[in-house]
């Protein structure tokens, strides 16, 4: 694949006739207004990942069905992926973004008023969680397809670690919001999660540059085979091809969902409080968090093979680990193990999207990564439900271990064990 020369004005450059180079990062109003606006979405939707099981734990007292509300979230965010990576190559991106806000906005504050009168069923927040997640599944590639526009090539690699952490800081902050405003009321994570949209939302408004490429005088119409476009990428890519084999595998075992499902459920066992549980979860959001912090560091000094290899083998260590720990906030820091590796394998992965996939399929191919990623993890969401109210937290761990193994073999590939940076990819 070749990678398709951004038109200049699009991309921030230091005030004067550019002869500098690009602006510090940290300059570029436009990205940080996109990346602020993110992070509030991203609030509002890790704050929902620990409320909404925590009201069907409340309604149902069934973990099973606290699995499967988290299972149908993220299929939803699976399916509408491809769909709002569609849109991103063909309609205006800071639209798409703002009408999701905007509707996630409205159907937080309806599920509210509607929780306040006490009327809430299981089907009704199922619903509430399906729709808020098929308006984030469309807003997500978007979003990153946008980057492409803000960001001068040469500040690719920065604004992903950046995005990570970004990620890694709403679910930190989210699941320790979501349960102490659980505490004062069932409708009080839900108040909190509209006004993140709110805000979010108003920084969208502040971004002047355009979005993506201007568009080419009969460009490519929209088509169902089009739509596709990003599965074809991904098939042909020699590195992000087996690269995805392995996530899939590990996001069977590793979702961030099914993992916080089973910390949730290990801990109302184990008679932990609302807040308990809330903090247990940000501690694995914090080794996220504290991964990110470190990514650009990490990938100057550490080989992307080195990367994944030791996230990869890892992972089932630690969910033995899980197995035989007692108590509760201890599942939060082996958790953080091993979620302080993801943000550098993240990096590295949207790197090489960023650096050989044009404009004009940039949404596409990140739906395609999207759907791909989320592929595995409704499985294995439903699957922790199921062994949890079964056989314990025991298992649950034990099986874990044995997938995310199975996941690691998919590194030991030449092609895996011999990655080359992102930087490599884009100059050949």
């Given at each position: 694949?070749?990678?398709?020369r951004p038109?200049p004005y ?5 005030p004067?006739?550019g002869?500098?180079?690009?602006a ?6 436009d ?5 602020t606006?993110?992070?509030f ?9 620990v ?7 409340l309604l ?8 499967v509300?988290g299972?149908a979230?993220?299929?939803?965010t ?10 991103a190559d063909h309609?205006?991106?800071?639209a798409?973004?703002l009408?999701?806000d905007?509707g ?5 504050v ?10 809430a069923?299981?089907p009704l927040?199922i619903?509430?969680a399906v729709t808020s997640s ?7 590639p978007?979003?990153m397809?946008a ?12 604004a992903?670690?950046?995005n990570?952490?970004r990620f890694?800081?709403?679910?930190a902050l989210?699941a ?14 839900f108040?909190?999660?509209?006004v993140?949209y709110?805000?979010s939302t108003a920084l ?5 540059r355009?979005m993506?490429?201007?568009?080419r ?5 929209w ?6 476009t990003g599965?074809a990428?991904?098939?042909r ?20 969902t ?10 109302n066992?184990r008679?932990?409080?609302?807040l308990l549980v809330g ?5 694995a959001g914090m080794g ?6 470190v990514?650009?560091?990490?990938l100057?000094?550490?080989?992307p ?11 089932p260590?630690c969910?033995?680990?899980l197995?035989?720990?007692?108590g509760v906030l201890p599942?939060?820091?082996?958790v953080?193990f ?5 943000p550098?394998?993240?990096a590295v992965?949207y790197?090489?999207v ?16 999207t759907f791909?990623a989320?592929?595995s993890?409704?499985i ?10 079964l ?6 761990f034990?099986?874990m271990?044995?997938?995310?193994v199975?996941?690691?073999?998919f590194?030991l590939?030449t092609t895996?064990r011999?990655?080359?940076?992102p930087e ?5």
């Amino acid at each position: 694949m070749t990678m398709e020369r951004p038109q200049p004005y699009l991309h921030p450059e230091r005030p004067g006739n550019g002869a500098e180079g690009p602006a510090p990062l940290i300059r570029n109003q436009d990205f940080q207004a996109l990346w602020t606006s993110r992070f509030f979405a991203g609030l509002g939707k890790e704050s929902g990942e620990v409320a909404y099981p925590l009201l069907i734990l409340l309604l149902a007292g069934s973990a099973s069905q606290a699995g499967v509300i988290g299972a149908a979230q993220v299929a939803t965010t699976m399916i509408m992926a491809v769909v709002g990576g569609t849109l991103a190559d063909h309609v205006d991106r800071r639209a798409i973004l703002l009408v999701c806000d905007i509707g996630r906005l409205l159907l937080l504050v309806a599920f509210a008023s509607i929780l306040l009168n006490g009327e809430a069923d299981v089907p009704l927040v199922i619903g509430v969680a399906v729709t808020s997640s098929a308006l984030m599944g469309i807003s997500n590639p978007v979003a990153m397809a946008a980057i492409k526009q803000l960001v001068p090539p040469s500040q690719i690699a920065s604004a992903s670690a950046q995005n990570q952490i970004r990620f890694f800081s709403t679910t930190a902050l989210g699941a320790p919001l979501a349960g102490s405003l659980f505490g004062l009321g069932r409708a009080f994570p839900f108040l909190a999660e509209a006004v993140c949209y709110l805000l979010s939302t108003a920084l969208l408004l502040r971004i002047r540059r355009p979005m993506q490429a201007p568009r080419r005088v009969g460009g490519e119409r929209w088509t169902l085979r089009g739509t596709v476009t990003g599965f074809a990428l991904l098939t042909r890519h020699p590195i992000l091809r087996p690269m995805m084999c392995w996530i899939i595998g590990f996001n069977l075992a590793f979702t961030q969902t099914g993992v916080f499902l089973a910390i949730i459920a290990t801990a109302n066992e184990r008679g932990a409080s609302n807040l308990l549980v809330g903090v247990t979860v940000s501690l694995a959001g914090m080794g996220g968090l504290a991964g990110a912090l470190v990514a650009g560091p990490v990938l100057r000094a550490v080989s992307p093979s080195r990367i994944f290899l030791f996230t990869a083998w890892s992972a089932p260590v630690c969910a033995l680990v899980l197995a035989v720990t007692p108590g509760v906030l201890p599942l939060g820091v082996i958790v953080a193990f091993v979620f302080a590796a993801v943000p550098c394998v993240n990096a590295v992965f949207y790197g090489y999207v960023a650096a050989t996939v044009p404009d004009h399929h940039q949404g596409r191919a990140l739906g395609a990564v999207t759907f791909m990623a989320l592929l595995s993890q409704p499985i294995g969401i439903v699957g922790v439900g199921l062994v949890f109210d079964l056989a314990g937290p025991i298992p649950v761990f034990v099986t874990m271990a044995v997938v995310s193994v199975s996941a690691a073999l998919f590194t030991l590939g030449t092609t895996m064990r011999t990655l080359p940076r992102p930087e490599e990819v884009a100059v050949l």
